[in-house]
């Protein structure tokens, strides 16, 4: 079954300890990215990658870490989390996001819910 | 950043009702999506509007793209229950092709 999978779906945690949030995609896909979602703002993209070893910032990347090191493969990583990155967070991946005008489908993850202490 | 507002926030129905949803850009866009959401889970793409003017039917729902590709609309015809969902437009445009950028949502509830 094709699917955007992430780990942990709910954790809580302390401030400063540091966590990663894995995401996998087993639909060969390039394109991959990472949202969070909280009430009243909709989803935000934090990183996003076009492909393999290749990363860039979104709209909100203060305090998040990214990589991709495989294909299938974007751990968001919080070194030192803090209370405002209490959040839903939504790992998402597409075949190619953008073509021209066209825009691919992008894949969502079931969220991932965090809350730092 | 180009910004995209949505409206109205809240929206609560009675099952056979119509309603509209209106996402609005501050600039042009080269497409635009729709997307839905049920609560504990993902957003699920509806639709891709591409071309000013464009209108696409999907069932009891018909997306709308602008003439100028600043705004889109999504009207529901009959609603029903199952309708019930947050409503995301999101889009995709400028010189950076790795951003997608979503509204911020439109939650519906149809009451039976």
């Known amino acids: 079954e094709a699917q955007v999978t992430q780990n942990p779906r709910y954790l809580i945690t302390v401030t400063g300890k540091k966590l990663t949030v894995t995401c996998s995609q087993n639909?060969?896909?390039?394109?991959m990215s990472w949202y969070r979602q909280d009430p009243g703002l909709g989803l935000r993209q934090i990183y996003y990658?076009?492909?393999?070893?290749?990363?860039d910032k979104g709209d909100v990347p203060e305090g998040y870490k990214v990589s991709r090191k495989e294909k299938r493969n974007f751990p968001l990583i919080l070194e030192s989390p803090s209370p405002n990155q209490t959040s839903l967070y939504f790992c998402a991946s597409s075949t190619l996001l953008r073509t021209g005008r066209r825009t691919g489908e992008l894949f969502f993850g079931e969220g991932s819910r965090l809350t730092v202490l | 950043t180009q910004l995209l507002e949505q409206s109205p926030q809240f929206l609560s129905i009675q099952e056979g009702e119509n309603l509209t949803v209106y996402c609005n850009s501050s600039?042009?866009?080269?497409?635009l999506q729709w997307y839905r959401q049920e609560p504990g889970e993902g957003p699920v793409l509806l639709v891709t509007?591409?071309?000013?003017?464009e209108v696409k039917k999907l069932k009891r729902l018909t997306f709308q793209f602008g003439d100028a590709r600043k705004d889109s609309s999504l009207h529901i015809t009959a609603a029903q229950p199952g309708d019930t969902g947050l409503y995301l437009c999101a889009l995709a445009g400028g010189t950076s092709y790795g951003k997608l950028t979503f509204g911020q949502g439109t939650i519906l509830t149809v009451h039976p």
């Open positions: 600039s042009v866009f080269s497409s």
């Open positions: 509007v591409v071309t000013g003017g």
């Open positions: 639909m060969n896909h390039e394109y």
């Open positions: 990658s076009m492909n393999v070893e290749v990363t």
